[in-house]
């Protein structure tokens, strides 16, 4: 009988002791990860592992001590706290995972349309066997050939080149063509030109070509200290983050670290500037310049304001959708009382009272996109930007996003973008966590004259376009310089 509780005691010893290594084992790997992650402030870090130290060796007292009662108990503790460090090591490993993934954007998407007649009898792709198709002709954009490279694997085509996108779509009214090529943000910009477009057209076929791309526009700093500006650029299509497409969002967040000062400067879409790197015969709407990849976008308004963008963050329809959500809701003090209405399959319409407002996901995106329905139009439009990004970033600012913490990353996941580093992005949420101080956030529109021009993306004729006003201009560099060289 006591050669059987000998060895009885002895298994209980040996399942205590590996309960007790693997405490001291998980114990170095949580702290190992939260140095790996870099966002805890040093002095916390220190007293989590002091605190960890003091919790292991009390465990081994109270496991290996004399009294059932005392090893109970801190089996019950040391069980308790395993549990809770592997959340913890789930939480460090999940953030860097997301912070890596949303810096590492290493090509873009371009969606393409075949498309014909409505009352053409083609339905399919291979309908349209040895018949002609239109493209619009861009020595500089090397998707084009690929897009037909693609087609070509799929049906015999004859392609014939246009100069624009004007031109295109003659050839497919005038029935010089079967059938057009074209990529989705070009093809918005026929609806927007020619509305009864899509009345008279069919697609037929859809594809998308992914194009690697070398991410060089970061001009980095320290963002835990020194100042600096990130280009928000809000793309009008769902899905796929990578795709591109219109940006109908240009704002640019000056932040300085210093002074804990933040200010927004919202550029309407229409503005009528000249796109960098594009043939400057002609100006365009800044919203043009997202159809040729952010790093346009992004130079554009370095030409306009005169000053660095640093980083920038691109978002989409449904990265504003999600996030609302996932916050459960924002609240906006909405000015005037406005209807606003867009198409999502139906259209839904909805009453913004004046006042303030509580938003859910597509009431938030429905507030920032409508300017018809305002009597300053896009202007308003740009303030109710602002509005909903300052309602979003102090709801990411308060306590209780630690309740919704792997909600808002999974929401984010796939439909948010930027070019600041893994690195960067660590320090930041450091700097909070440690001092967690208040943020001053002072917001400004640049302002102009509507007026009617040709633009570079569609020559045929004149489009609507907001002139600069340079008073405007000037007052918005003057902003952004002083708060940037603040100390």
């Given at each position: ?7 009885k ?16 084992l998980?114990?170095?790997i ?5 140095y790996?992650?870099?966002?805890i ?9 002091i ?25 019950f ?12 090591l ?10 890596h993934?949303?810096?590492s954007?290493?090509y ?12 053409s ?25 690929k ?20 031109d ?40 998308s ?14 963002i835990?200290?020194e ?8 793309i009008?299509?769902y899905?796929?983050?990578?795709s ?13 670290p210093?002074?804990?000062?933040i ?26 310049a ?7 976008s ?13 980083y920038?963050?691109k ?6 959708v999600?996030?609302?959500n ?5 609240e ?11 198409e999502?399959?139906?259209?839904v319409?909805y ?9 859910n ?18 202007i308003?439009?740009?303030k ?23 909600d ?38 640049l302002t ?7 633009t ?32």
């Open positions: 009988m006591a050669t059987k509780n000998n060895t005691k002895k298994f209980k010893k040996k399942i205590f002791r590996r309960l007790i290594y693997f405490l001291f998980l114990s170095f949580t702290m190992g990860s939260l790996f992650l870099n966002i402030p040093i002095l916390y870090f220190i007293c989590i592992g605190f960890l130290l003091f919790f292991d060796l009390l465990m081994v007292w109270l496991i290996f001590g004399k009294g059932v009662k005392k090893r109970v108990f801190g089996t503790l040391t069980i308790l706290m395993i549990i809770g460090m592997l959340f913890l789930f939480y460090s490993f999940y953030t860097l995972d997301f912070l993934k949303i810096s954007q290493d873009i998407t371009k969606n393409y349309s075949v498309i014909v007649l409505e009352s009898s083609y339905g399919k792709i291979k309908d349209l066997e040895d018949n002609d198709i239109g493209f619009v002709s861009d020595a500089s954009d090397q998707t084009t050939q897009a037909k490279n693609y087609l070509d694997k799929k049906v015999q085509l004859n392609f014939e080149s246009y100069d624009d996108s004007g295109l779509l003659d050839s497919l009214l005038n029935e010089d063509v079967e059938a057009i090529l074209i990529e989705d943000a070009e093809k918005s910009i026929l609806e927007e030109e020619h509305g009864e477009f899509l009345e008279k057209e069919k697609v037929i076929y859809t594809f070509i992914d194009i690697k791309i070398d991410d060089n526009l970061a001009k980095e700093v320290d835990s200290k100042a600096f500006n990130i280009y928000i650029s809000g009008d299509t899905g796929k983050i990578t591109v497409s219109r940006s109908d969002v240009n704002m640019v967040v000056s932040i300085n210093k002074t804990h000062k200010l927004f400067t919202s550029i309407p879409r229409d503005y009528y500037v000249n796109l960098n790197g594009i043939d400057t015969t002609y100006k365009d709407k800044l919203t043009h997202g159809i040729h990849g952010i790093d346009v992004v130079k554009t308004v370095e030409d306009l304001l005169d000053t660095d963008i640093h920038y963050a978002v989409n329809f449904t990265s504003l999600s996030i609302v996932e916050l459960g809701g924002i906006v003090d909405n000015d005037e009382a406005f209807r606003a209405y867009y999502e399959n139906e259209v319409n009453f913004f009272k004046k006042g303030v407002n509580k938003l996901g597509k009431q938030a995106l429905a507030y920032c996109r409508e300017r018809k329905s305002l009597p300053t139009g896009d308003a439009r740009t109710h930007q602002q509005q909903v990004l300052e309602a979003i970033f102090n709801k990411l600012l308060s306590k209780n996003i630690l309740t919704k913490y792997t808002l990353l999974n929401s984010l996941e796939g439909k948010f973008v930027t070019n600041i580093g893994t690195k960067n992005l660590t320090k930041l949420i450091k700097n909070q966590i440690q001092s967690m101080p208040s943020w001053t956030i002072e917001k400004n529109t102009g004259t509507g007026g009617n021009e040709y570079y993306s569609y020559k045929k004729s004149k489009s609507y376009v907001m002139i600069p006003d340079e008073d405007s201009l000037n007052e918005g560099k003057d902003l952004i310089k002083t708060l940037l060289q603040e100390a």
